[in-house]
């Protein structure tokens, strides 16, 4: 295991108190001769960690003693609080004494830091964005821990700051952001690489992005119009060179599918065939599917559908999309991306989760994003005002973008298939993209920010069936390692060669972290040189992999630049709010 500091810890539970609503575990940590802290960690959050460590680490904790049970009710006695923290007492006094105890995983879950600031950035203030529109003021910013929750504050000099809770698994989040935020001394535990501290920073960072990017965003509608197609490829064409990137044509606005294919064709033939995904609701995109000439029967050409699902509207999304894949199911070489767009409360994700999970050659991505609906972001900018001008009660909504829940509710739509300790940064998708290129294979742009959401892979072979690959593989060290090859296989020329030297690095890395008691054969280079069966077997265990990526959408209450590096993307989600904001 890969041991994040040579220290030794030791972990006491040494008491138990209420705090609205909920007790609190107290433990006494000591981390090597240091002075000995106390900190606090709910039920719920110890259940997570036990969960999450019985899925990495199997052997060893079959040495563990009993954790206590969950109770069936929502109050608890005194007396099983008592029982709870001697069986407590004594499972994480043995869990210290093994070599679980020196990874990430564990440790991340007692080294509090309470109030420590993360890293500083601006951000937009919703009042500013929402009523006055003024989508370029941006304000002095910090994203701050407290206790096991992030928040995100805003510094406002005209309207009442809000804190917005960004996080409230700060140890679910934490590993995947930590390899992106150096340490800053004193001043901050973390801040990511190019913090932005002034909008005109903004300006060099936004300017670098979309040069380096390999995926951009556009609009194929003005005010609800197709945009006429000079405009269009002037849009487009400001980001020179297309030809390397992958383009996401936003036409969720279509009614002609003729006149959007032929705008989709315009695009694929003025700038010599880059990778377009076409997003689309699900009628669209099944009327797309049903014309004789669709612009999805190019190769250069993939669908990706976007369904809003709320509570109560399960079935009929089953129903809806289940229609749609039939259709696509027709065209060659199809890969397809699908968006669940989700709001509070959370509609039952199971029935939808098991039947894109069965689609696995056809739905290469499911996209789970939390959506606030136009109110609440409203609510929020109403709460912001200055009291005078608030027509509010003085009890404030708290903003909460906290995708994390989501990931809660996976385990719960997937009978614990997939679990928290089975999601990872989205930046080693960055590594998957230049396997694929190296192979010469299909790829989608997956190359997504560590700040908005976090990733699984499932993994589809005669030997595993939609298993998480951190169940197969150590993924804390075989991350770091395939991330540091993948930009250096980008750093050189491209050619055959280097594609040969990339692959074998890639397969010699998952033999050293394939994790022990894992039966699963590992092609070498020389036979997917030499043998077209091997090469074939290859290509249909990646094709049948399936990214599972649970993100927040963009929302006025946490804008920060590094959530927003593409703002295509939040041209429609301001062009809603603006309407919602006319409405009322």
Known sequence: EISIESMALSLRVIGARSNEGHTLYDFQVIISENEPKVV??????????????????????????????????????????????????????????????????????????EGALLYETIALCPVCAVRERALTRWHPARVVLRGDRMYL??????????????????????????????????????????TIRAPEELRVRFDTAVTNATFLCASLFEQGAFVDDAALTHAIGRFQPIKNKSLLLLGNLAVDMTELTRKIRLVETTFDKPRILIELTHERLTA????????????????????????????????DIVGTISELASFKGMHVSVTLCVERPFADLAHVMAMLRRHKALVRVVNVALCRPPADIMHTAVCKMPKKESILPEKQLEPNVDFTELVTRIETATDGDIIAADFFSPAILRALESLLTALGLPQHPIRLTPLAGCVTVLVNTTQFESVPLPRIVDMVPFGDALLAASVEYESTAPSAATNVLFVRKVLKLLKQFIRPGVETKIPNIWGILTDSSVRSELGLFLNHCQIIHVRRGVDMAYAEPDLLLHPFELLPAVETLFAEAERR
Do not use: W
């Open 153 to 194: 504050e805003v510094s406002c000099a005209t309207h009442r700051p809000v804190d917005t809770l960004h996080c409230a698994r700060a140890a679910l989040l934490l590993p995947m952001l930590r390899p992106h935020l150096p340490a800053l001394g004193d001043r901050a535990l973390y801040a990511p690489v190019g």
């Open 40 to 113: 606090s960690r709910r039920y719920s959050l110890l259940l997570e960690l036990h969960k999450s460590l019985c899925a990495a680490f199997p052997a060893q904790m079959a040495q563990a003693p009993e954790f206590p049970k969950k109770n069936a009710f929502s109050s608890i006695s005194a007396a099983v609080t008592a029982e709870r923290i001697k069986m407590l007492d004594r499972y994480f006094t043995t869990l210290c004494g093994l070599p679980l105890a020196e990874t990430f995983v564990f440790r991340e879950y007692f080294e509090s830091f």
């Open 288 to 319: 797309l599917a049903q014309l004789d000439d669709s612009a999805l029967l190019s190769n250069n050409v993939f669908p990706s559908l976007k369904y809003f699902l709320r509570r109560g509207e399960e079935l009929m999304c089953h129903r």
